[in-house]
Each structure stands twice: as structure tokens, then as C-alpha cells.
């Protein structure tokens, strides 16, 4: 009996400490998987300071799974919102001096680059009240000046004068292309989009509401011409501060920033 007895003790002793040893690792087992959720809660709330300081890190984040050529197109983009938010940053003299070997002809709108000494009066040849059916002298004039790229920006009065009639507008156009290529066969030729108008300004003169229409007539043409259309329109959205009261004609500020367009799409 009493060996019988020391057996069982024996055993419930061993029982004991196998036990003891069993709650041990879950002890263990409980401490390592708190010490992993700290350590993920740390890293959520390291990242997440991270991303707070730092709003480029979940931008590009962001960003990660599209194509290539998407992420250049939106961080050209996005340099250029930077730009357009201080357009002051720009270096006019600079502009000039890429610009000595190109020529703008355009209306009233362009003279801002004269009236603001963005560019020299040698850069450019603008005349108010300009149209396509009157742009034939003011084109002689720039090919005088020898330029080895030439801009238009013209269509602006011609919204009123066509009186809607994209098709009549577009064939004045394209006479004055044909004179340019007669007289300068190789010369480059960059035609820039009608600027947008505020809704106030079309209240007064509704031709005006036609921009979109013949900036698409416009472009056709060009790709029909095999000629580079500049489209503007994108950067004057949302900046109604940028025009003078008659809701038509800019203040200096988008000035260099168009030029910029029109030097990007040159490659000058």
C-alpha cells in the first residue's frame, strides 16, 4: 500500500509540473503575441504620423500601381499646379532669352506680353482687334524677323466677327497657314487654343460661348495641317482672379506661365 501510495504521489507530482510547464508557454505564447500586436500598432501609428508629415509618402503610395507614363503625366501636372500657384517664381529674363528665336503673332490678348515686358518687341507682333481675315500684314511682319519658330494666337474677335461659323473661321485659318508654308516651307507652326472667357463676358457678348466649338474645329484643322494645337484651357480653370474687369483680356500673372506652354510644346 504505502508504495502504492508513493506511486500516486509521484505521478500527480509529475502531473503538477507538467502543467506548471504547459501554463509557462502559454504565458510565454501571450507576451510574444502582445509584444507583435505593440510592435504593428507602433508601426501603424509610425506610418500614419509619417504620412501625416510627409503627404507626398501616401501620394505616391498611391500612385504605385498605375503606369509609368500615368505617374509622369500627373507629376508634370502636379509641378505645374505648383508653378501656376506662384507664377512670380518664374524667371522672366530667362523666358526672353529662350524665347529671341521665335516669334508670336496674335490679338490683343498677346500685347500682354509687351504690356508686361514678358517677352521683347522683337518676339512678337500683336495688333487688338486682330482676326484671321486681317492677320495676313501682322504675319508679313514676323516672317521679316526671321524667326526660327513662329506661334498664333488668333480667333479671339473672330468668335463675333464669324458669328458662330466655326467652318468660315477655320477656312481663314487655314489661308493664313498656307501663306505662312509659301513664303517659309520649313518654319515650325504652333497654334494656340482660343482662351477661355468668364461667364460674365459671354452674358455681354454671347458669340463668345463659341470658344469650345472653335477651339475643337481648331484642333482638327491642325491635326488635318499636321501642325502642334496648344490647348490652354486646362490652366486658366479655376482662375477667374487671373482676368481684368471685362472678364476677356489677363493680368500679368498667367503671362509667363502660357509662354512656358508654348516654349514645352517647341521644345525651345
Not at 35 to 44: F, P
Not at 160 to 173: A, H, N, V
Not at 214 to 222: P, Y
Not at 253 to 263: C, F, G, K, N, V
Request: proline fraction near 4%; charged fraction near 30%; hydrophobic fraction near 40%.
Amino acid at each position: 500500500m504505502r508504495q502504492k501510495s508513493r506511486q500516486n504521489k509521484g505521478r500527480d507530482k509529475g502531473q503538477t509540473i507538467r502543467q506548471g510547464t504547459r501554463m509557462a508557454w502559454y504565458v510565454i505564447l501571450l507576451l510574444i503575441l502582445a509584444g507583435v500586436l505593440l510592435a504593428r500598432e507602433g508601426r501603424s501609428q509610425k506610418q500614419e504620423k509619417s504620412e501625416e508629415d510627409f503627404p507626398a509618402l501616401s501620394w505616391i503610395r498611391e500612385q504605385e500601381q498605375e503606369d509609368v507614363k500615368e505617374i509622369e503625366k500627373k507629376l508634370n501636372a502636379k509641378e505645374q499646379a505648383e508653378q501656376i500657384k506662384d507664377p512670380a517664381k518664374l524667371d522672366r529674363g530667362s523666358l526672353k532669352e529662350r524665347f529671341r528665336n521665335a516669334v508670336l503673332v496674335g490679338d490683343s490678348v498677346a500685347t500682354g506680353f509687351l504690356d508686361y515686358e514678358i517677352l521683347d518687341s522683337t518676339s512678337i507682333v500683336a495688333l487688338r482687334g486682330l482676326r484671321t481675315d486681317t492677320a495676313g500684314p501682322e504675319i508679313e511682319k514676323a516672317l521679316e524677323l526671321a524667326p526660327e519658330v513662329m506661334f498664333l494666337s488668333i480667333g479671339l474677335n473672330d468668335l463675333e466677327y464669324c458669328r458662330g461659323d466655326s467652318g468660315l473661321f477655320i477656312s481663314r485659318y487655314t489661308a493664313r497657314i498656307q501663306e505662312i508654308r509659301e513664303q517659309a516651307p520649313k518654319l515650325p507652326i504652333y497654334v494656340n487654343s482660343i482662351l477661355p472667357v468668364l461667364p460674365e463676358a459671354v452674358e455681354k457678348k454671347p458669340f463668345l460661348a463659341q470658344v469650345d466649338a472653335f477651339n475643337g474645329a481648331l484642333e482638327s484643322m491642325c491635326e488635318e495641317q499636321n501642325l502642334v494645337f496648344i490647348d490652354n484651357s486646362q490652366m486658366f480653370q479655376d482662375h477667374a482672379d487671373w482676368y481684368q474687369k471685362d472678364a476677356v483680356h489677363l493680368k500679368s500673372a498667367p503671362y509667363p506661365l502660357w509662354l512656358e506652354q508654348m516654349e514645352e510644346a517647341a521644345g525651345l
